[in-house]
């Protein structure tokens, strides 16, 4: 199954495949979202309680996709993506201040959206393996998607994005509300399955499901670069 006929939801059965991706360099960027310190950190297991340590057994399948997959293949896109003279943006969810205060109302809602990240501490910075490097452009929001949250609006317009190729977490909340304000605003967006990950497997296959066809085209890395010839 390729990625014209993969992760069809209800509404699109039977719907005629897309036409070829063209995705030009120079009109095209890559936007990792979100994969933070905060998100990849855990306790002892054994110093946990029953319940908790059910909690954790529960978001092991996560952290195992995070560390065995997403991180190094998107590591590998942005090798790749660099080397071709591809834009490499990220966007990151921290606060400006300290108690959180500006945050968006998503991300004061109780339970585990309720984070509070301040922007230099430790547990907002990305993960080292997916630092920018040189002068390669972060941005920092309190909101769910990195668009409506930021500049980067006006970031895309002055660098002549049309494309974004979106990775990261999580796949059905910050990802997905970049992807939608990003089609909204009539760019051409382009999910790497294996570089985005959510809590559970369902809620990932389900939420790319929800989005393809609509607000994105969702292929494999390995599409991906076949596509923009990459390797």
């Not at 974004?164 to 997905?176: P, R």
């Not at 809620?203 to 292929?219: A, P, S, T």
């Amino acid at each position: 199954m390729s990625w014209k006929t993969g992760y069809r939801s209800i509404y699109y059965q039977g719907a005629p495949e897309p036409d070829d991706l063209v995705l030009p360099i120079k009109e095209t960027a890559l936007l990792v979202i979100d994969v933070q310190n905060t998100y990849l950190e855990r306790p002892d297991r054994a110093k946990l309680s029953k319940v908790e340590q059910a909690h954790f057994d529960a978001w092991t399948p996560f952290h195992q996709r995070m560390h065995n997959q997403v991180i190094p293949r998107t590591a590998e896109l942005l090798k790749l993506c660099r080397a071709k003279g591809i834009e490499c943006l990220f966007a990151r969810i921290a606060t400006h201040t300290l108690d959180g205060r500006e945050r968006s109302l998503s991300q004061k809602m109780p339970g585990w959206n309720n984070l509070l990240l301040p922007k230099n501490e430790k547990p907002s910075q990305l993960v080292a393996a997916l630092a920018p490097v040189g002068d390669e452009i972060v941005v920092t929001k309190t909101t769910d998607s990195a668009l409506t949250g930021t500049n980067l609006r006006l970031i895309l317009h002055n660098l002549g994005i049309r494309n974004v190729i979106c990775a990261g977490i999580f796949t059905d909340q910050c990802v997905s509300s970049t992807v939608r304000s990003l089609a909204d605003e009539s760019y051409n967006v382009v999910v790497v399955e294996d570089c985005c990950a959510a809590g559970s497997a369902e809620l990932h296959h389900k939420e790319l499901e929800i989005i393809n066809m609509i607000y994105c085209h969702v292929l494999s890395s390995q599409e991906l670069k076949a596509i923009m010839r990459l390797d």
